[in-house]
C-alpha cells in the first residue's frame, strides 16, 4: 500500500486571548495509506480536528503549526509538507490529493444553490470545462453515494434532503476529483443509528472499491470497530496509544482508552439491562401524562398536503417513572415532546397533562441553541424562578441558582460566564439546572446527550438518574439511541413513522423485540467490538452499488 500522509511531529499552538498560547497538538506522529482507515479518536479538547486541519491547511490565522504534515499528489509524485506551501500550492492539494468530510453537513452546504450545482463547481473551480460534463459527474457521483433519482434530485437545495442524505452530499462533492485521501470529521455523530450504519458503509466502499485512504475523526468507539483498521488515541493533544482495531479492543494499553471503551452505552449491558426490572412506579391514580389516539399535523405549506408527523398514539407516564421514546429522524418522537409540553397543537385524540405553573421542565438537544447568548448561565437558570417564583427576592434567587449549580456539580463561578464559554458537557448541566429549577413534576429530555462526547454522556445520564432518584420526578426521554434509553428509562416506546410499533418494559423490549423495526434498530447499533461488527456488516444488505 501507499502512504497517502505522513503526520511527524505535530504541534499545533493556539494564540489565547489576553496573551500566551494553548497548545492543541503536541508531538503528533500518524500514517495513513491507500485503501486504509485510520480513526483518530478522543473527546472535545484532545486536538484530533486540529490535527485534521492541519492536513488540508485549514487552520486559522490564530494557530501556529510546526513539525512535518507530507501529503501525497494525485499523481502520485512525491509527498508535499503542507505546513511549507502558500496559498495556491495548497488549492491545488485539496480535492485532489485530500478532501474532507465536515462534521455539519448542514453548515458546510450552500442552502441557496442546488447540491448538483454545488458539487459542479467543485469541478470548475479544478479546471474541469463543459458545464453538461460537470453536471453529468455531479449526478454520476450522487447515484454512487446511494442518493435516488440522482437526475432529480441534483436539482434540489440542502434543506431538502435529510441529514443522512446531506452528509452522502458532502461525501460525493469530497469524491468528486477523485481524492486519495478523505478527511471525515465526525461524519455520522448527530445521525440515527440506521442512517449512521448506511454512511460508514460507504465510507468502507470508498476504501475497499476505490482505493481511498481514510482519515476517520470520531469519539464514538462503536464507530470505530465497525469501520476502522487502525486506532490512534489522543488525549490533551498526545498521541497516548495506536493499534490495528482488533489488537486495541481486545487489550486496550493505556487507561484513558479503556476509559472511552467502558463508558460506551451498548444495548443489553447497561446497568438496568443487567440488573433486575425496576418496580413500578407508586404514585397517583390518575398518570402525569395520558395520550390517547394522539394525532399532530403540521399544517400545509404553499398548497402542499400536510405533514402528519404523530399517527394515533397511546401512552401513559406515571409520577417517578421515565418513559424511553426512541425512533429515527422524521419519527414523530420530538413532536410527541413538544405537543406534551404545549408547543404545538393536537389534531386529535385527547392528550391530558397533569402539572400546574412551572411544573413541566424541558431539556432541549442543542444546549448551545436553548440559551440565550447575551444572558450569563446564572440569569438563565434563574429566570423560570423569576417569573414563577415571585415571593423569591433578588437574594434568594441568586442562592437557588448556586444550590442549583452545585445540584448539577458546576461550581458557583459559572453563574457569571456566558454559554460559549462552557464545553458543550457544561452547557447540558446548566441546561438541566434550569428545567428542574422549579422542581417540576415533569421533565421532557430531548436527545441531552446525541451530540456530546461518551464518557461526558455517560457523566449527564448519572447526574440525570440521581436527580430522578432525589425529587422523583415523570419524565419523557426522547432519543435515537436504544442503549442510552435503556440506561435510564422504565418503559420504552418505539416510534416509526408516527406511530407506535412496540411498547413495553426496557429490559423485555432490548431483549425480546417483537418488531422487526426495533430489531433493526438494535442490529445497526455500533459495539465496540470489531469481530462482531465485521459479521453484522456481511449480513447487511448495502443500500447502494460499488462506489464508482
Given at each position: 500500500?501507499?502512504?497517502?500522509?505522513?503526520?511527524?511531529?505535530?504541534?499545533?499552538?493556539?494564540?489565547?486571548?489576553?496573551?500566551?498560547?494553548?497548545?492543541?497538538?503536541?508531538?503528533?506522529?500518524?500514517?495513513?495509506?491507500?485503501?486504509?482507515?485510520?480513526?483518530?479518536?478522543?473527546?472535545?479538547?484532545?486536538?484530533?480536528?486540529?490535527?485534521?486541519?492541519?492536513?488540508?491547511?485549514?487552520?486559522?490565522?490564530?494557530?501556529?503549526?510546526?513539525?512535518?504534515?507530507?501529503?501525497?499528489?494525485?499523481?502520485?509524485?512525491?509527498?508535499?509538507?503542507?505546513?511549507?506551501?502558500?496559498?495556491?500550492?495548497?488549492?491545488?492539494?485539496?480535492?485532489?490529493?485530500?478532501?474532507?468530510?465536515?462534521?455539519?453537513?448542514?453548515?458546510?452546504?450552500?442552502?441557496?444553490?442546488?447540491?448538483?450545482?454545488?458539487?459542479?463547481?467543485?469541478?470548475?473551480?479544478?479546471?474541469?470545462?463543459?458545464?453538461?460534463?460537470?453536471?453529468?459527474?455531479?449526478?454520476?457521483?450522487?447515484?454512487?453515494?446511494?442518493?435516488?433519482?440522482?437526475?432529480?434530485?441534483?436539482?434540489?437545495?440542502?434543506?431538502?434532503?435529510?441529514?443522512?442524505?446531506?452528509?452522502?452530499?458532502?461525501?460525493?462533492?469530497?469524491?468528486?476529483?477523485?481524492?486519495?485521501?478523505?478527511?471525515?470529521?465526525?461524519?455520522?455523530?448527530?445521525?440515527?443509528?440506521?442512517?449512521?450504519?448506511?454512511?460508514?458503509?460507504?465510507?468502507?466502499?470508498?476504501?475497499?472499491?476505490?482505493?481511498?485512504?481514510?482519515?476517520?475523526?470520531?469519539?464514538?468507539?462503536?464507530?470505530?470497530?465497525?469501520?476502522?483498521?487502525?486506532?490512534?488515541?489522543?488525549?490533551?493533544?498526545?498521541?497516548?496509544?495506536?493499534?490495528?482495531?482488533?489488537?486495541?479492543?481486545?487489550?486496550?494499553?493505556?487507561?484513558?482508552?479503556?476509559?472511552?471503551?467502558?463508558?460506551?452505552?451498548?444495548?443489553?449491558?447497561?446497568?438496568?439491562?443487567?440488573?433486575?426490572?425496576?418496580?413500578?412506579?407508586?404514585?397517583?391514580?390518575?398518570?402525569?401524562?395520558?395520550?390517547?389516539?394522539?394525532?399532530?399535523?403540521?399544517?400545509?405549506?404553499?398548497?402542499?398536503?400536510?405533514?402528519?408527523?404523530?399517527?394515533?398514539?397511546?401512552?401513559?407516564?406515571?409520577?417517578?417513572?421515565?418513559?424511553?421514546?426512541?425512533?429515527?429522524?422524521?419519527?414523530?418522537?420530538?413532536?410527541?415532546?413538544?405537543?406534551?409540553?404545549?408547543?404545538?397543537?393536537?389534531?386529535?385524540?385527547?392528550?391530558?397533562?397533569?402539572?400546574?405553573?412551572?411544573?413541566?421542565?424541558?431539556?432541549?438537544?442543542?444546549?448551545?441553541?436553548?440559551?440565550?447568548?447575551?444572558?450569563?448561565?446564572?440569569?438563565?437558570?434563574?429566570?423560570?424562578?423569576?417569573?414563577?417564583?415571585?415571593?423569591?427576592?433578588?437574594?434568594?434567587?441568586?442562592?437557588?441558582?448556586?444550590?442549583?449549580?452545585?445540584?448539577?456539580?458546576?461550581?458557583?463561578?459559572?453563574?457569571?460566564?456566558?454559554?460559549?464559554?462552557?464545553?458543550?458537557?457544561?452547557?447540558?448541566?446548566?441546561?438541566?439546572?434550569?428545567?428542574?429549577?422549579?422542581?417540576?413534576?415533569?421533565?421532557?429530555?430531548?436527545?441531552?446527550?446525541?451530540?456530546?462526547?461518551?464518557s461526558v454522556q455517560a457523566t449527564i445520564l448519572e447526574l440525570l438518574m440521581r436527580l430522578h432518584r432525589e425529587r422523583n420526578f415523570a419524565a419523557l426521554f426522547i432519543s435515537h439511541d436504544l442503549a442510552v434509553v435503556e440506561a435510564v428509562a422504565d418503559r420504552v416506546m418505539i416510534l416509526h413513522r408516527g406511530v407506535a410499533v412496540e411498547t413495553g418494559e426496557t429490559r423485555r423490549v432490548m431483549r425480546e423485540p417483537s418488531h422487526p423495526y426495533t430489531r433493526r434498530l438494535l442490529d445497526a447499533a455500533p459495539l465496540?467490538?470489531?469481530?462482531?461488527?465485521?459479521?453484522?456488516?456481511?449480513?447487511?444488505?448495502?443500500?447502494?452499488?460499488?462506489?464508482?
Open positions: 500500500m501507499t502512504t497517502l500522509l505522513r503526520i511527524e511531529d505535530l504541534h499545533v499552538r493556539f494564540a489565547a486571548v489576553g496573551g500566551g498560547d494553548v497548545a492543541a497538538v503536541r508531538g503528533l506522529g500518524l500514517t495513513v495509506a491507500s485503501g486504509e482507515i485510520v480513526a483518530l479518536v478522543g473527546e472535545s479538547g484532545s486536538g484530533k480536528t486540529a490535527s485534521a486541519k492541519a492536513v488540508l491547511g485549514l487552520l486559522p490565522r490564530s494557530a501556529t503549526a510546526t513539525g512535518r504534515v507530507l501529503l501525497r499528489p494525485a499523481d502520485g509524485s512525491a509527498p508535499q509538507d503542507v505546513l511549507g506551501l502558500d496559498a495556491r500550492q495548497l488549492r491545488r492539494l485539496r480535492g485532489t490529493a485530500a478532501a474532507m468530510v465536515f462534521q455539519e453537513p448542514a453548515t458546510a452546504l450552500n442552502p441557496v444553490y442546488p447540491v448538483g450545482w454545488q458539487i459542479a463547481e467543485g469541478l470548475r473551480a479544478h479546471g474541469v470545462r463543459g458545464r453538461a460534463a460537470r453536471r453529468a459527474r455531479a449526478v454520476e457521483l450522487l447515484d454512487a453515494v446511494g442518493i435516488p433519482e440522482p437526475h432529480r434530485r441534483a436539482r434540489h437545495y440542502p434543506h431538502q434532503f435529510s441529514g443522512g442524505q446531506q452528509q452522502r452530499v458532502l461525501i460525493a462533492a469530497a469524491l468528486a476529483l477523485d481524492a486519495r485521501l478523505l478527511i471525515a470529521d465526525e461524519p455520522t455523530s448527530a445521525l440515527d443509528v440506521t442512517v449512521q450504519a448506511e454512511i460508514l458503509d460507504l465510507l468502507r466502499r470508498c476504501a475497499t472499491d476505490l482505493g481511498t485512504g481514510i482519515l476517520l475523526i470520531t469519539h464514538d468507539m462503536g464507530v470505530v470497530a465497525d469501520v476502522a483498521d487502525r486506532v490512534a488515541v489522543m488525549h490533551r493533544g498526545r498521541l497516548v496509544e495506536q493499534a490495528p482495531a482488533g489488537e486495541l479492543f481486545a487489550a486496550p494499553a493505556h487507561d484513558y482508552t479503556r476509559r472511552l471503551l467502558a463508558a460506551i452505552p451498548v444495548p443489553g449491558r447497561s446497568a438496568l439491562g443487567d440488573a433486575a426490572p425496576r418496580p413500578a412506579p407508586a404514585g397517583a391514580a390518575e398518570p402525569v401524562v395520558k395520550a390517547e389516539g394522539l394525532v399532530v399535523q403540521y399544517p400545509r405549506v404553499l398548497g402542499r398536503v400536510g405533514t402528519r408527523a404523530v399517527d394515533g398514539v397511546s401512552f401513559r407516564i406515571a409520577a417517578g417513572e421515565i418513559l424511553g421514546l426512541v425512533g429515527e429522524s422524521g419519527s414523530g418522537k420530538t413532536t410527541i415532546g413538544r405537543a406534551v409540553a404545549g408547543l404545538v397543537p393536537v389534531a386529535a385524540g385527547t392528550l391530558n397533562v397533569r402539572t400546574g405553573p412551572g411544573e413541566l421542565g424541558y431539556v432541549f438537544q442543542d444546549p448551545a441553541s436553548s440559551f440565550n447568548p447575551q444572558l450569563t448561565i446564572g440569569d438563565s437558570i434563574a429566570e423560570p424562578l423569576r417569573v414563577h417564583r415571585r415571593d423569591l427576592d433578588r437574594a434568594a434567587v441568586a442562592g437557588q441558582v448556586t444550590e442549583l449549580l452545585d445540584l448539577v456539580e458546576l461550581p458557583a463561578g459559572h453563574a457569571a460566564r456566558y454559554p460559549h464559554e462552557l464545553s458543550g458537557g457544561q452547557r447540558q448541566r446548566a441546561a438541566i439546572a434550569r428545567a428542574i429549577a422549579l422542581r417540576p413534576r415533569l421533565l421532557i429530555a430531548d436527545e441531552p446527550t446525541s451530540a456530546l462526547d461518551v465496540p467490538d470489531p469481530a462482531r461488527q465485521s459479521e453484522r456488516r456481511a449480513r447487511r444488505t448495502v443500500p447502494a452499488g460499488p462506489v464508482r
